[in-house]
């Protein structure tokens, strides 16, 4: 099918990122929301494709500021709904030599209700769409709000649209590994596409190579799975297309923050616009290789 709409849904903060000089530079960001930018720059020039945006937001002038910044992006925001007595959270990026680390200020977020209601959820994800939810949208849920969300995702699954899950762990996000891997499996068993990364998995499931992540949410029931790697060679495998290893372009990193989220960016619309699997690998990989030369999560490439 080809699909023309991708809805994104999770979390966008406050970025407070170095800007090289001794300072910090405000932003907003989030891992699905850093897809949802980057793809619709992606399809700009396509005016019958279209990217939106589920969240919850506040009522204060933050929110309001994040809403006009969609706006100016040309992200949809009729699937966004406010909460009188929440905010938007913010997370500081630390570097060295590339690499970030985050500390994360987020106990009044909105985007941690996303879920509450089951109804609007089930609201936004009519029609045929690509609905894309990551595992820190997850994390940031409570259980019975993760449980909303798959049931409407495996609803909307049903009824059409394609479900894509990028696991994304961030363990101290979780109540325990227990739970991380169990709702992991949840999530992965309604999902049609998988976009792990490597080293997260191999920390969590002790998985040995690429192919070992690939195989295990094949075995949950995923059409395609691919494996980002970082700078190493990535696997990825499509019912139909079958398995392949892709090696990245080498460059020298000034800034990590979404790299795999630009990738999903790349990967997905290319697939919307009929790209087969290597293309759309190669797509993925190039505009993330483009934006971790660049500090901060989006960048005008």
């Not at 997370?91 to 200020?105: K, P």
Request: with cysteine.
């Amino acid at each position: 099918m080809n699909y023309k709409k991708l809805l994104t849904i999770g979390e966008c903060m406050v970025e407070m990122a170095p800007d090289g000089h001794g300072k910090y530079a405000m932003n907003f960001a989030g891992d699905t929301f850093n897809t949802a930018w980057y793809a619709q720059r992606c399809l700009a020039a396509h005016s019958d494709y279209s990217v939106g945006y589920l969240t919850r937001v506040g009522t204060d002038k933050t929110s309001q500021k994040l809403m006009g910044f969609l706006a100016d992006a040309n992200i949809k925001t009729d699937t966004i709904t406010p909460v009188s007595d929440r905010t938007v959270g913010l997370y500081m990026i630390e570097l060295d030599n590339g690499e970030r680390s985050f500390s994360y200020w987020r106990d009044t977020s909105a985007a941690k209700l996303l879920a509450a209601d089951p109804d609007l959820l089930d609201r936004a994800f009519t029609g045929d769409q690509i609905l894309l939810f990551s595992g820190i949208t997850l994390a940031i849920l409570s259980p019975e709000h993760r449980q909303n969300l798959l049931e409407s995702l495996a609803k909307a699954r049903a009824a059409g649209s394609q479900v894509v899950f990028d696991t994304n762990i961030r363990p101290r996000l979780w109540e325990n590994s227990a739970a991380t891997k169990t709702w992991l499996a949840k999530a992965a068993q309604i999902a049609d596409v998988m976009l792990p990364s490597f080293d997260e998995e191999e920390d969590m499931f002790g998985d040995k190579k690429p192919q070992d992540t690939a195989q295990r949410y094949r075995d949950l029931g995923a059409h395609t799975v691919i494996v980002k790697n970082g700078a190493h060679e990535m696997y990825a495998w499509a019912k139909g297309e079958g398995g392949m290893s892709i090696s990245p372009e080498r460059v020298s990193p000034v800034d990590s923050t979404a790299a795999g989220d630009s990738f999903n960016a790349g990967y997905i619309t290319a697939r919307m616009l009929g790209a087969n699997l290597e293309d759309s690998l190669r797509s993925g990989m190039t505009l993330s290789a483009n934006v971790v030369q660049h500090r901060g999560a989006l960048v005008r490439l």
